[in-house]
């Protein structure tokens, strides 16, 4: 069952049908060549780890500039041609009771913002779409399990789609033809996960070989695919857009060809795109709507 599905996968990559939807979405979420920093957040979930991240990026950099400081300070005041006789004494109480002191209030401070982003991203909320990821050496199977129809995942350009894992023209041409550049080999798959704006995602995820991990950067999401496990991650986008990920969990050979594809879409726009999902994966037929005189 699973190989039906995935040379389903295999034919919408080129026939550019129901799996490739969506024309002229931006592309948000991609790494970006010699720049720094976090990708665009286009979620609650990345936007709290992005604010958790700087927060503690400037307690760590004030730790680092005091405890540098102090150690010049003392190797200057104190080297042995300032102090030729150095002091016999070994126990000073009130500096051991503030460094046991002073770094158990930076953790509690620390833990009191980082804690409830924890629990938010843990505590599943009621899902408006659930989407069961499969990883797979090497690609993803996705299933929208409230609608009876799955597909399956390839990095254009990958063997199992007639390409080498290298740039070449019959790539650079399929990916044209799926509506994305040069610039995103790699990166843009034959087919793509498809949501609705604003709606809340849940993906539940496993393996169906060895480990592999399902993350969007710019949903600030990232979750272990186990075989013989099945984890759960929730987002909501909150910008129509194309996001791209990458499997994070080092699977073998072909690892570093296994990205993802996420198109978030008007919900108009995925209307149509269930409709046609619906008849190209499950065999059901459109609904047809005859006007009345």
């Known amino acids: 069952m699973k190989r039906f599905f995935t040379l389903s996968g295999l034919v919408a990559g080129f026939a550019a049908t129901a799996a490739q939807a969506q024309e002229n979405l931006e592309i948000i979420g991609a790494p970006v060549d ?4 976090f990708q665009p957040a286009a979620t609650e979930l990345a936007r709290d ?14 730790i680092t500039l005091f405890v540098t400081g102090l150690i010049a300070w003392v190797a200057i005041r104190y080297n042995a041609k300032r102090n030729p006789d150095s002091a016999t004494f070994t126990h000073n109480t009130p500096v051991e009771v503030a ?3 002073v770094p158990i209030v930076i953790l509690v401070f620390i833990g009191a913002f980082s804690l409830p982003v924890l629990f938010k991203q843990q505590e599943i909320p009621e899902a408006d779409i659930t989407i069961k990821v499969t990883g797979y050496q090497w690609y993803w199977d996705y299933e929208y399990v409230d609608e ?6 390839y990095m254009i350009g990958a063997p199992a789609t ?6 070449s023209p019959e790539v650079i041409a399929q990916l044209e033809e799926a509506g994305f550049s040069e610039a995103e080999f790699l990166l843009a798959t034959d087919t793509s996960v498809v ?3 604003g709606k809340t995602i849940v993906m539940q995820v496993t393996g169906g070989d060895v480990i592999h991990a399902w993350t969007i950067p710019a949903f600030g999401v990232k979750q272990d695919a186990v075989p013989g496990r099945l984890a759960e991650l929730w987002f909501e986008a909150e910008q129509e857009g194309i996001y791209f990920g990458q499997c994070s969990e080092l699977c073998g050979l072909n690892h570093a060809y296994m990205p993802i594809t996420v198109k978030v879409v008007s919900e108009e726009a995925y209307a149509e795109w269930l409709e046609e999902a619906r008849e190209e994966y499950a065999g059901v037929p459109r609904t047809r ?5």
């Open 34 to 37: 010699g720049k720094m920093g």
């Open 195 to 197: 949501i609705p704006v």
């Open 148 to 153: 009876g129809f799955e597909f399956s995942s």
């Open 99 to 101: 460094w046991t002191v």
């Open 49 to 62: 780890l992005q604010w958790l991240d700087g927060m503690i990026l400037v307690i760590i950099t004030v």
């Open 289 to 293: 709507v005859i006007a009345s005189n």
């Open 162 to 167: 007639g390409g080498t894992n290298q740039k």
